[in-house]
Nanobody, 123 residues
Framework: QVQLVESGGGLVQAGGSLRLSCAASGGTFSAYAMGWFRQAPGKEREFVKAINFNGAGTYSAESAKGRFTVSRDNVKNTVYLQMNSLQPEDTAVYYC????????????????WGRGTQVTVSS
């Protein structure tokens, strides 16, 4: 069974940065696309970023373009989300996900989810 464990969340001031990590275990990490979702209070969960199995392609929600970067280390079985220029509207629980295939497909449903890590951005 695949397990995804996020870390790196916390409280940061507007304009600051955070780097989230997601450690995967129990599966063949390097064979699957990975991604990040987030859910703000009172809102639906939304896609943030995704990365193909080999790191050669990444995909982004409009809100994350130019500020967030997704990367992965297939030796460490870890995917990262570097978040810069954070704003209060980025406050949410951030979830790491693993997709069913090697390549991300638009609107694809992830197969596995982590439990999430809270990111709070103060103004």
């Amino acid at each position: 069974q695949v397990q995804l464990v996020e870390s790196g969340g916390g409280l940061v001031q507007a304009g600051g940065s955070l780097r989230l990590s997601c450690a995967a275990s129990g599966g063949t990490f390097s064979a699957y696309a990975m991604g990040w979702f987030r859910q703000a209070p009172g809102k639906e969960r939304e896609f943030v970023k995704a990365i193909n199995f080999n790191g050669a392609g990444t995909y982004s929600a409009e809100s994350a373009k130019g500020r967030f970067t997704v990367s992965r280390d297939n030796v460490k079985n870890t995917v990262y989300l570097q978040m810069n220029s954070l704003q209060p509207e980025d406050t949410a629980v951030y979830y790491c996900v693993q997709y069913r295939g090697r390549y991300y497909e638009n609107s694809a449903s992830p197969e596995y989810w982590g439990r999430g890590t809270q990111v709070t951005v103060s103004s």
